[in-house]
């Protein structure tokens, strides 16, 4: 079947990954047919390196029609208005994560999309590599008995010290848990089901933080967003879990990525923003942990699954794994953390229409 031609708008920090994957692992199922970012000389470079056409500008990609699927890599807030004119276009989109900042933003792109017959993907896609599935086959096959309960830590000093042009993650759209918190909760909502409530506490104990990474090193952020946000969330299936996601943790603690406990035993899955293991097991009387062999060769940095999967999907008319409604739920969650803190109430989420 004939691939399907990507767009990828965006060239920054995130960018290479996927041009590696989808022009090298994935190059069978896809191609990549166009890069484009507001900085030329950064399109340039890129389309260089990939051997792939460079447009001038977001617009002009997504009216190539050698473009069916847009990649969007831009920041939080470049999410919804690129992704609106690729659909009103009438081509398909993947947006990095999150969805959109806001709900509405979401529900829109969500809708229009529909109406325009076109496919929302959105990232992450980690938890289609090894380390989730595996540790989702240990679930579903019995081995922790009925989950119970489930804990998530995302916690760490914050990006500035490493990404080249860190102010958007403390931006609205970012922070710990717009950021790396979809990691964790798509995670969570795979292997556990539909979240029905969530409750939480959100602060901002630094109003400015300084930029310790070239090329901008000295330079000060203000903050616009929570930097520690902890909540618990109840899952349909009765499980209750609790999460942390915090950028102002600055000696890291032992705390796992995510525990899930049943009655059987408890299960150690990996870090949530990787694709790989290790998956770890205890059941009742066991003495020490044994590790799961991993059920699938996608355990390396393979960005870029879920955007092929959504290719693949859209020729062989199923649905596809990262899907927008997914993200949405996702969103929803983030958003009622942020509510339940604010109001003093928890939050519950709607039913899917
Ligand atoms: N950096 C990471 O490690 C990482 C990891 C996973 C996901 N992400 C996600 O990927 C996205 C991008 O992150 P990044 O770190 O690559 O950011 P970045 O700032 O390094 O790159 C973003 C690029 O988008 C371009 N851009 C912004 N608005 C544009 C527009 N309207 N038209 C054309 N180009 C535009 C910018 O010029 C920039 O080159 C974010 O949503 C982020 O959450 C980043």
């Not at 990262?322 to 969650?333: E, F, N, Q, R, T």
Request: aromatic share 8%; net charge neutral.
């Amino acid at each position: 079947m004939a691939r399907r031609g990507i767009g990828i708008i965006g060239t920054g920090k995130i960018s290479g990954i996927y041009l590696k994957n989808l022009t090298g692992r994935f190059s069978k199922q896809v191609q990549v047919t166009a890069v484009a970012d507001q900085h030329r000389e950064s399109a340039e470079e890129a389309g260089a390196l990939y051997k792939v056409p460079v447009f001038p500008d977001a617009a002009a990609l997504i009216a190539s029609p050698d473009v069916d699927i847009v990649l969007n890599l831009t920041p939080p807030q470049g999410h919804y208005q690129i992704a609106l004119d690729a659909i009103r276009a009438g081509k398909h989109v993947y947006n990095e994560k999150p969805l959109c900042i806001s709900r509405d933003q979401a529900a829109e792109l969500l809708q229009t999309a529909a109406d325009n017959k076109v496919r929302v993907g959105c990232a992450p896609d980690t938890f289609l590599g090894a380390g989730i599935q595996t540790s989702r086959k240990i679930i579903n096959d019995g081995w922790i008995g009925k989950p119970l309960a489930a804990v998530a830590f995302m916690m760490n000093a914050g990006p500035e010290n490493w990404h080249p042009n860190p102010a958007f993650f403390y931006k609205t759209g970012a922070g710990p848990l717009f950021d790396v918190g979809p990691y964790y909760l798509t995670a969570l909502i795979h292997l556990l089901g539909r979240v029905t409530r969530v409750s939480g506490s959100a602060i901002m104990p630094v109003k400015t933080r300084t930029i310790g990474s070239e090329p901008l090193k000295g330079t000060v952020i203000d903050v616009e967003v929570p930097t520690h946000v902890a909540g618990t969330l109840d899952f349909a299936s009765g499980v209750v879990a609790t999460i942390i996601t915090s950028f102002e943790i600055r000696v890291p603690s032992q705390l796992p990525w995510i525990d899930i406990y049943g009655t059987e035993g408890t299960l150690q899955v990996p870090d949530p923003n990787t694709f790989g293991g290790p998956v770890l097991l205890k059941r009742i009387n066991n003495e020490s942990w044994s590790e799961f062999p991993l059920l699938s060769e996608h355990a390396c940095d393979c960005r870029g699954l879920g955007i092929t999967d959504m290719a693949e999907a859209i020729n062989e008319g199923r649905p596809h794994l990262a899907s927008g409604k997914l993200a949405y739920h996702v969103l929803d969650v983030m958003h009622g953390f942020y509510d339940a803190s604010s109001s003093g109430r928890s939050y519950k989420i709607k039913k899917d229409k």
